[in-house]
């Protein structure tokens, strides 16, 4: 008896010996990821201790797939640390609403304002901006620019030099004329530090904005922390937006502001255009930190759904990037099968809401066996191409003659292609996982 109680004792210890290893390779893993992402050193160093304490070990001892536990763990810590607890202001429409926006030169400050008001405005609002930056030659240009475009009035001046007389006046003007959301753009950038952080004190305090946004762009990397805390001090930000993001920057800086304003993320820039700006989404923006790319759980479904034998060359595929109109073939037979390859590629952004519109099924099936009836009459140089450009009129002509269609519909499954390759692309970089491992993370 003493002998099986001692050797239970020895096999359990070994379990847990085992999983911590799991665990500590795990974190390491993603450690690595995290500070590649910007993440600052001490709230990767905060999550491993917590998601040591939440992960218990002896579940992971009886569960099968222990990275996975893991990983979701890792998931759920990281996005409760993007989540300071309480929601930012939000202006209503039709009362009027000062915001503020902070943020260091080149941030993105003034192309943001213009986003923010031009989101509001096609929403129904009212939005006004206002051009409290007089230190830098050309911004009440570049504001009066951006707002004509948009066609949102705008307030500002040539002469005047008192950042805080404009910025009063700008709001009052607007208040008279009732916009419901009034916009201070600021200066970045003093010849002095502490000049630039009196000169936001003293607009506050002239503006009396209901919200400061502090903006940030994304690749200042370790500089986050230090950088959101500084305005804090100074004006009281009461959220967060993230520029850049299509840029490769992953923005783990968003996770130091976050901790250093006790503000929330609310929108992130996609771009330099009016348009380019997106609500922020904690999950995409996480699974993007880590590594997995902006799907999130898109890596879990292939574990799950995709059988083992065909994981490797898929992901093989997705992390080259490139997309073929071959690859594009296949994936339209598994969706055509609904085969389990259909069901991961049904979660896709462009693949399910676009190609597959719920309550559509029948049309779309139809437009991808049309393109499919297309693609038969294509060459084997065509389908394993990788250059946009081989595919000219007289191919696509070749093609319509060949399938008994018309350019046209060669022309919009090229664009189709074009939009799928560009989806496909998103995926590039993807870290293959070794023989054996359970995830990809
Ligand atoms: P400010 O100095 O803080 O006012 O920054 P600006 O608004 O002048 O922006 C600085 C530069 O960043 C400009 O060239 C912008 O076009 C660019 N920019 C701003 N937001 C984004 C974004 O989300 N994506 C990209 N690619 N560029 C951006
Ligand atoms: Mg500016």
Redesign the pocket.
Known sequence: LGGSISRAIQQMSNATIIDEKVLNECLNEITRALLQSDVQFKLVRDMQTNIKKIVNLDDLAAGHNKRRIIQQAIFNELCKMLDPGKPSFTPKKGKTSVVMFVGLQGSG??TTCTKYAYYHQKKGWKPALVCA?TF?AG?FD?LKQNATKAKIPFYGSYMESDPVKIAAEGVERFKKENCDLIIV?TS?RHKQEAALFEEMRQVSEATKPDLVIFVMDSSIGQAAFDQAQAFKQSVSVGAVIVTKMDGHAKGGGALSAVAATKSPVIFIGTGEHMDEFEVFDVKPFVSRLLGMGDLSGFMDKIHEVVPMDQQPELLQKLSEGTFTLRIMYEQFQNILKMGPIGQVFSMLPGFSAELMPKGREKESQAKIKRYMTMMDSMTNEELDSTNLKLMNESRMMRIARGSGRHIRDVMEMMEEYKRLAKLWGKMKGLKIPKKGEMSAL
Do not use: F, S
């Open positions: 400050k003034t930056d830098r911004a570049q753009d970045g």
